[in-house]
T-cell receptor
Framework: KAGVTQTPRYLIKTRGQQVTLSCSPI?????VSWYQQTPGQGLQFLFE???????NKGNFPGRFSGRQFSNSRSEMNVSTLELGDSALYLC???????????FGPGTRLTVT | AQSVTQLGSHVSVSEGALVLLRCNYS??????LFWYVQYPNQGLQLLLK??????LVKGINGFEAEFKKSETSFHLTKPSAHMSDAAEYFC????????????FGKGTKLTVNP
């Protein structure tokens, strides 16, 4: 069974640009969560989606948004990128909310 | 609000020695507790989890953890360290009956010396 897939794996953007990251969950999993990992702040929760609905949102500015499609794939978008947005963005999928979460390898975003 | 404290951002042990990584949590409701491991340039891999029932939880690669409600702790142990255990370890908590959101500790980087 294939694991969680995240694309792209690495990305370099310039301040002010926007970026879209993609996450394909494990087949059959309907819940997707996103986390940001930085050396300073550690792992922080961004969003949680289940059946195309956002169930929960972390404490991030409105520049961070996400969505989930009918096939459970999820995207997150960051607009007007700032240097501080440089991070590893991790996606986790699970069968349902509160079920065990499996993490993808992450997308490493560098903002210059 | 939930929180997790991992004591010691860096832990160093000799190969074959006991590994003990400490985790204390704060939660207003019964928690789910997790330990994840992260190797360089990789995502998070689940080592073990506690939901309900037996408080001693066995995970992969010889790791285990014990949920102690009175101490609000969930320390991770392994009797004998192997070089391949060198990685960063994260303790996390989520709420029973709550959201999918995991609250993570800051992580403990484990070094295993030959």
């Amino acid at each position: 069974k294939a694991g969680v897939t995240q694309t792209p794996r690495y990305l370099i953007k310039t301040r002010g640009q926007q970026v879209t990251l993609s996450c394909s969950p494990i087949s059959g999993h309907r819940s997707v969560s996103w986390y940001q990992q930085t050396p300073g702040q550690g792992l922080q929760f961004l969003f949680e989606y289940f059946s195309e609905t956002q169930r929960n949102k972390g404490n991030f500015p409105g520049r961070f948004s996400g969505r989930q499609f009918s096939n459970s794939r999820s995207e997150m978008n960051v607009s007007t990128l700032e240097l501080g947005d440089s991070a590893l963005y991790l996606c986790a999928s699970s069968l349902a909310p509160l079920a065990l979460a499996y993490f993808g390898p992450g997308t490493r975003l560098t903002v210059t | 609000a939930q929180s997790v404290t991992q004591l010691g951002s860096h832990v160093s042990v000799s190969e074959g020695a006991l590994v003990l990584l400490r985790c204390n949590y704060s939660s207003s409701v019964p928690p789910y507790l997790f330990w994840y491991v992260q190797y360089p340039n990789q995502g998070l891999q689940l080592l073990l989890k506690y939901t309900t029932g037996a408080t001693l939880v066995k995970g992969i690669n010889g790791f285990e953890a014990e949920f102690k409600k009175s101490e609000t702790s969930f320390h991770l142990t392994k009797p004998s360290a192997h070089m391949s255990d060198a990685a960063e370890y994260f303790c996390a908590v989520s709420e029973q009956g709550g959201s999918e959101k995991l609250v993570f500790g800051k992580g403990t980087k484990l070094t295993v010396n030959p």
